[in-house]
């Protein structure tokens, strides 16, 4: 570079400063107010996307709840569909739904991959997440046809896929469950700041409890009456066992942690083994009589209804608590509020998961009307999903107590080391 240059690049440096040194600073001030309404309004616009978001979700899960059980009578034409078949028998039912999902996910995981790298608000990804809807409207369309024109070879093998996809949401939903419960307790942990917590902390705890116990006792006396359900019989047992091992090693004066946190986690298994017991066949449940004469019309229809609603919150609560899985802290005024990435592989799997619901795990399943979630596999997998979550949980609080066993013992050691060298 000549020396002409450099004083030139020198100038135009001298200049640029002398008049940012005349700005005035009221002039500064508007600006930063003007950047920051900006990044307000653009968080805004981020924050009621998740509900857009989360609204689709649900209108999927109705449309596959729609091919499953009235498709066939509503939408005959549909046998046009080359792979449809005869009378159009794959696209309903089962493979209906999985036809639906596997749209679902296409859309979710367009939308993971063109936002998965965004940070700032100020992006042109922020703008995709939050805006383009007709656009949207259009990919989400045309992300709903194309799985209509796969063969069933392709959509038979989506569908062992989903098991698995099915499996890691239940994981990540576990994981946010386990993360609330943590934060729960530590916000209602007392200390002298908030010695008003430490009474409704202590109710709260005892009142978890007490319903885990009743909830108990009630799956006793309403699905293990007869010695002949030695299954139920079984789950419930081995339910109340895991909840005496919470007790007991919260407890502890090692672990120390309280009866609030265990108690929540406590009322959570318990409510899933009544969920997997409420999964079996109605042929071969074990309920009293007066039980079973419940168990039909509204009821049965409202039950599904929030069995729908339950799964587009638990999609919804996981995919914005990226905080427990995320790495980066970034926390700058213009960074977005939530991982979009993160948001939209949460649903695509929630297209999974619900497929599993909807067909009960079995991709030859016919199920009934208005049933969800119903079948042994259900069953199993919810089971499964129970111990899994006590695990965690024991393994949780268990865990800073190994680790600190070996840091003594890994101190031990070092410290018998230098003397052995001296003698």
């Known amino acids: 570079m000549s020396a002409s240059e450099v004083t030139a690049e020198v100038t135009v440096v001298n200049i640029h400063l002398s008049d940012r040194q005349s700005i005035p600073p009221e ?26 978001f989360g ?3 649900l209108v999927m899960n109705l449309v596959a709840w729609f091919f499953r059980d009235y498709g066939q009578r509503f939408i005959p034409w549909i046998h046009y569909i080359k792979v449809c078949g005869i009378k159009g028998g794959d696209c309903f039912h089962s493979i209906g739904v999985l036809r639906v999902s596997l749209g679902c996910y296409i859309f979710f995981t367009v939308m993971f ?21 007709e656009l949207k409207s259009v990919l989400l369309v045309v992300s709903m046809a194309l799985p209509f024109f796969f063969s069933s070879q392709i959509i038979q093998i989506y569908g062992e896929i989903a098991r698995i996809g099915a499996g890691i949401f239940l994981l990540l939903q576990l994981v ?20 008003h917590r430490c009474f409704l902390g202590l109710f709260m705890s005892t009142l978890f409890y007490v319903g885990s116990i009743c909830g108990v006792v009630y799956m006793y006396t309403t699905y293990a009456s007869r010695s002949s359900c030695s299954l139920n019989i079984f789950f419930i047992t081995w ?27 406590a009322s959570y298994i318990v409510f899933l083994c009544w969920c997997a017991i409420r999964s079996e066949p109605a042929t071969l449940r074990c309920e009293t009589k007066d039980q079973e004469k419940r168990n039909g019309g509204w009821i049965t229809i409202i039950g599904f209804l929030i069995a729908i609603f339950a799964i587009v919150m638990a999609a919804f609560s996981t995919g914005i608590d990226s905080k427990c899985f995320q790495f980066s802290k970034d926390k700058d005024e213009d960074s977005i509020p939530y991982n979009y990435g993160f948001f939209h592989i949460v649903f695509s799997l929630g297209a999974m998961y619900f497929a599993m619901l909807f067909i009960s795990w079995d991709l ?20 499964i999903n ?7 949980y024991i393994w949780m609080l268990i865990s800073p107590v190994v680790r600190q066993n070996k840091v003594m013992d890994s ?10 060298s001296m003698a």
């Open 176 to 195: 946010s469950v386990v993360h609330f419960i943590t934060w729960w307790n530590k916000y209602w942990t007392p200390n002298e700041e908030r010695k």
């Open 364 to 383: 030859n399943n016919s199920a009934r009307k208005w049933s969800i979630d119903v079948g042994w596999a259900s069953t199993w997998v919810k089971i």
């Open 239 to 265: 339910t109340a066992i895991l909840l005496a091992a919470m007790l007991v090693v919260s407890l502890h004066s090692k672990v120390n942690r309280g009866l609030l946190s265990s108690g929540i986690m």
């Open 113 to 133: 991959l063109t936002t998965v790298k965004t940070r700032k608000l100020f992006e042109g990804q922020n703008s995709w997440h939050s805006g383009w809807w």
């Open 55 to 57: 609204t689709i979700f």
């Open 411 to 420: 101190d031990g050691t070092m410290q018998e080391t230098p003397e052995s």
């Open 386 to 392: 129970e111990w899994f979550a006590a695990t965690i």
């Open 27 to 52: 002039v500064i001030l508007v600006s930063l107010e003007l950047n920051k309404v900006d990044y307000e309004v653009e968080r805004k616009k981020s924050l009621q996307a998740r509900y857009y």
